[in-house]
């Protein structure tokens, strides 16, 4: 349970590992107190640090797990302030032969279950705890990508549309969220060495400014900025976390 003290507190979803696992530990390394769900259960050494609150395994693709994961939060928090959510877990699903999905190939069904994690989770996550992050006077930080902006040669159109919609969405939250004292703001990471960069992503490096592709601590870093004091008086905004790759 969370101590009674002057702590922050943030969710992170899709904790489990890549961007969220490196955004958990820049939280925890900070002090914060931290809530996470995901599909897998945490790393051993990650549940030792007596910072990591609580992980709650959930399948943000159904509806009734999202609601059980809030109402078990909303628990754990016990009526005190949430300074921050960050909506990080994703999917892109490919065909069993590694090919892009657009639009005119693949199962429609695997269009649903995209934007059911990519979209319609977060959504249901900021109204599960607009109450406790209107008390922590908090941020939302939701997590897009370069792929909603442009077309992307291995990205599918299904994930792309998703992470389109919630940079839409995070401009319109960001507009009702002010009332409550609450700012949302996105990060659109580039091309990030997780678990979903294939070798053939090596041939757009050349793209990059920077010439190399980022860290997931580069992005977990931009995150805790959204999140902090420094911050305060942005919203609305989606910061670009893609060496210069977005520049073309």
């Known amino acids: 349970m969370i101590g009674v003290d002057d702590r922050r507190t943030v969710v992170v979803t899709g904790a489990s590992r890549g961007i969220g696992h490196a955004t958990a530990k820049v939280f925890l390394e900070r002090g914060w107190r931290i809530l996470t769900c995901s599909r897998d259960d945490v790393p051993p050494e990650c549940r030792r640090d007596p910072n990591w609150t609580c992980h709650i395994p959930t399948d943000l693709g159904d509806a009734d797990s999202v609601a059980h994961f809030v109402e078990q939060a909303n628990v754990i928090l016990e009526g005190r302030p949430l300074h921050a959510l960050i909506n990080n877990a994703g999917m892109s699903p490919k065909t069993p032969y590694k090919e892009r999905l657009g639009c005119l190939n693949g199962d429609l069904d695997a269009w649903h279950d995209v934007l059911e994690i990519n979209f319609f989770a977060p959504l249901r996550l900021v109204r599960g705890f ?47 969220c002010a009332a409550l004292d609450i700012r949302v703001n996105a990060v659109a990471p580039g091309e990030i060495e997780t678990a979903m960069i294939q070798p053939e992503y090596e041939v757009m490096i050349p793209r990059i400014p920077l010439e190399r592709m980022g860290s997931p601590q580069d992005v977990a870093s931009a995150i805790f900025f959204l999140c902090s004091p420094d911050s305060g008086y942005i919203t609305g905004s989606e910061l670009w976390v893609t060496g210069g790759q977005h520049l073309y």
């Open 130 to 176: 607009a109450a406790a992050l209107h008390r922590g006077r908090g941020a939302v930080v939701n997590v897009t990508s370069i792929a909603g902006h442009a077309v992307h040669p291995f990205a599918g159109s299904a994930y792309a549309i998703s992470k389109a919609a919630l940079s839409a969405l995070t401009r319109e939250l960001a507009h009702e």
